[in-house]
């Protein structure tokens, strides 16, 4: 698969209404159309079709029975994203932070989970989706309390943003010293979408509402975090010597470019990549509006057109129910 054909990629939402259970729990009958709430049947030149009106575009019934008929052979992968609800999660993060925020704690043995799930994928060239995560004032924390202090506060923040990361199957693919990159691995790159855009989103509640409140209750001042996210492929490639360091590492444009679009959002905002967008749940999309960029923005999607911006409402988020993270 090309960076071409990943970013063009587009996505086709189901539902999938369960009709009948046998009593030995061994055959399910269900029914599955194309989601209702993104699609509508259309008569075009005297022909049915099946209109998208996120993407505006229209697909031959014909093609749309196929396209049933192809999600239905797939394996379903496992349902990501294990925090049903992200206020009790929220709520219940609280005495954790405030103890590991008291306790000063910076030691621990070095582990790296995603090393070894790179190397598996060393020699492939996939799909990923990335999602950077910038700390804003850390410069006020540093100058306000000790050194010791403020690394125990830093370590504290990212470990809590990471372990919410990794409920979602996602992975940290390196720490920025105020904030991460973060990767979300094939092979299910549609669901990785909504699973990576889901993570943002829980995240920045878990700062402003826990970690913050926790941060203010021993006095010290409250963090800022922006977020961008980006898919596209990368390359899994082994940087470095082994007489000093070596790791894996992911090469492509979707990691500098989730990095861009990251310092592209303002405070307390979510930016996303169009790639991203377009590959989300319509529950999702619903909740986000572009971007007007600047002249200065000089990424550009093939056709040459500036490569679109997309910021997420997170409170808009917050009064809907979170999309299921399957195909």
Same mark, same amino acid.
């Given at each position: 698969?090309?960076?071409?054909?990943?970013?063009?990629?587009?996505r086709?939402?189901?539902?999938?209404?369960?009709? /009948? +259970?046998?009593?030995?729990?061994?055959?399910?009958?269900? &029914? *599955?159309?194309?989601? #209702? @709430?993104?699609?509508?049947?259309?008569?075009r030149?005297?022909?049915q079709?099946?209109?998208?009106?996120?993407?505006?575009?229209?697909f031959p019934?014909?093609?749309?029975?196929?396209?049933?008929?192809?999600?239905?052979?797939?394996t379903?992968?496992?349902?990501?994203?294990?925090?049903?609800?992200?206020?009790e999660?929220?709520?219940?993060?609280?005495?954790?932070?405030?103890?590991?925020?008291?306790?000063?704690?910076?030691?621990?043995q070095?582990?790296?989970?995603?090393?070894?799930?790179?190397?598996?994928?060393?020699?492939?060239?996939?799909?990923?989706?990335?999602?950077s995560?910038?700390?804003?004032?850390?410069?006020?924390?540093?100058?306000?309390?000790?050194?010791?202090?403020?690394?125990?506060?830093?370590?504290?923040?990212?470990? /809590? +943003?990471?372990?919410?990361?990794?409920?979602?199957?996602? &992975? *940290?693919?390196?720490? #920025? @010293?105020?904030?991460?990159?973060?990767?979300?691995?094939?092979?299910?790159?549609?669901?990785?979408?909504?699973?990576?855009?889901?993570?943002?989103?829980?995240?920045?509640?878990?700062?402003?509402?826990?970690i913050?409140?926790e941060?203010?209750?021993?006095?010290?001042?409250?963090?800022?975090?922006?977020?961008?996210?980006?898919?596209?492929?990368?390359?899994?490639?082994?940087?470095?010597?082994?007489?000093?360091?070596?790791?894996a590492?992911?090469?492509?444009?979707?990691?500098?470019?989730?990095?861009k679009?990251?310092?592209?959002?303002?405070?307390?905002?979510?930016?996303?990549?169009?790639?991203?967008h377009?590959?989300?749940?319509?529950?999702?999309r619903?909740?986000?509006?572009?971007?007007?960029?600047?002249a200065?923005?000089?990424?550009?999607?093939?056709?040459?057109?500036?490569?679109?911006?997309?910021?997420?409402?997170?409170?808009?988020?917050?009064?809907?129910?979170?999309?299921?993270?399957?195909?």
């Amino acid at each position: 698969m090309s960076s071409d054909s990943v970013r063009e990629h587009n996505r086709f939402d189901l539902q999938i209404e369960v009709i /009948e +259970i046998d009593p030995e729990g061994e055959l399910v009958q269900f &029914h *599955v159309r194309p989601d #209702t @709430g993104r699609y509508e049947w259309r008569d075009r030149d005297g022909e049915q079709v099946l209109y998208d009106r996120f993407d505006n575009v229209y697909f031959p019934r014909r093609l749309v029975i196929d396209m049933i008929n192809e999600a239905m052979q797939l394996t379903p992968g496992p349902e990501l994203g294990v925090i049903p609800d992200i206020d009790e999660y929220v709520a219940a993060r609280r005495p954790e932070i405030a103890s590991a925020l008291r306790s000063k704690r910076t030691t621990g043995q070095p582990v790296d989970l995603a090393e070894a799930q790179l190397r598996a994928f060393e020699k492939d060239e996939l799909a990923f989706v990335i999602l950077s995560v910038d700390i804003e004032g850390s410069t006020m924390l540093q100058t306000s309390t000790d050194r010791q202090t403020f690394a125990a506060t830093v370590n504290a923040l990212l470990t /809590e +943003i990471a372990e919410l990361i990794a409920r979602f199957h996602g &992975h *940290v693919l390196k720490y #920025t @010293g105020d904030g991460l990159i973060a990767y979300f691995a094939p092979p299910t790159f549609i669901i990785k979408n909504d699973a990576a855009v889901d993570s943002a989103f829980c995240g920045r509640r878990l700062v402003y509402e826990a970690i913050n409140r926790e941060l203010e209750a021993i006095g010290l001042p409250p963090i800022e975090v922006r977020l961008g996210l980006d898919a596209g492929e990368a390359a899994i490639v082994v940087l470095g010597s082994d007489k000093t360091k070596r790791h894996a590492d992911l090469i492509g444009d979707a990691i500098s470019l989730a990095r861009k679009i990251e310092s592209r959002a303002g405070t307390g905002e979510i930016f996303l990549g169009e790639t991203v967008h377009r590959n989300l749940h319509f529950s999702w999309r619903e909740l986000c509006t572009e971007v007007d960029l600047s002249a200065d923005w000089t990424y550009s999607v093939s056709d040459g057109r500036p490569y679109p911006l997309f910021r997420l409402d997170p409170t808009g988020a917050r009064s809907v129910e979170r999309p299921p993270h399957r195909p």
